[in-house]
């Protein structure tokens, strides 16, 4: 017979906020309720529909591994091993960046570009994304565009595995073609768009990146030379040979980036560039075309 008392869902969620609150964690009521419904196996709606039921002693152990864990600063995403974009699903690992609410709307430009580039063209496109990641650029854009090929580029071979991964559990593995590669050697145009959310940061800020960022997401999807734009160099000289007449260049970029960027674009011979906000009112997409 045991005399420790009833331990509530309610009870580990508001002494998971207070742990996660006490570590600086800004967002510690939301954490506590993923992680602490992920050790009862409930998504948050359930946990709120069941806050009365008591914890196993099983479930006790893993909520607090995982609250643990986020209190060392692990993001909740790699805690969980999931991260939705555009309300879909995905697994993500360390081996992956953790993908971003800017990264929707880069979907959404893209899809409006061709929308209005290409019109009457029932969305047989081809598409190469490059730096895949977990693939959620490449995968959103297969599943709105459901006539289209998308070819994506990933140079992590373990990352490579989670954007295949991804386009199985999603159903269009068989139109998103997933390739380990560093750079656009062979790839076969034409490409109606390419796009990409390239590491753009800085050397220099990378040690003044949250520790969430720093310490667990893998450098080289975040850092990219002195100035951030070594890969996007590396895509704009490569690109405009890859595109079909009327097509476009999406870029996801720094807030400071923009005339850079667009430096870089009219000399590898775009002649249209669009610097393009995102919903924080910050430079964040780059649009250009021939
Ligand atoms: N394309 C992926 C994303 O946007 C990965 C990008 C990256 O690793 N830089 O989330």
Redesign the pocket.
Known sequence: MTHQSVFTIREAVARGTDFLKARGIETARLDAELLVGAAVNLDRLGLYLDMDRPLTDSERAAARELLRRRGAREPVAYILGRRE?RSRDFEVTRD?????PE?EE?VDIALAQLDRRFPGSASRFRLL?I????????ISLALELPAAVVVATERSAA?AGVARRNAAAHGVNHRVDIRVQDGLAGLEPPFHAIV????YIRDDEYAGLMPEVRDFE?R???TAGADGLDVVRMILAGAPPLLVPDGFTLL?IGCGQGKAVAQIAAEAGFHEAQIVQDFAGLDRYALLAR
Do not use: H, K, Q
């Not at 992956?96 to 971003?100: A, E, N, Q, W, Y």
């Not at 730096?131 to 490449?138: C, H, R």
């Not at 990409?196 to 590491?199: F, G, I």
């Open positions: 974009f992956t960046l953790i993908p971003r990264t880069l994304d730096g895949t990641g977990t693939g959620v650029i490449a990352a990409s959310n390239p590491p893998p080289e999807a975040l996801e």
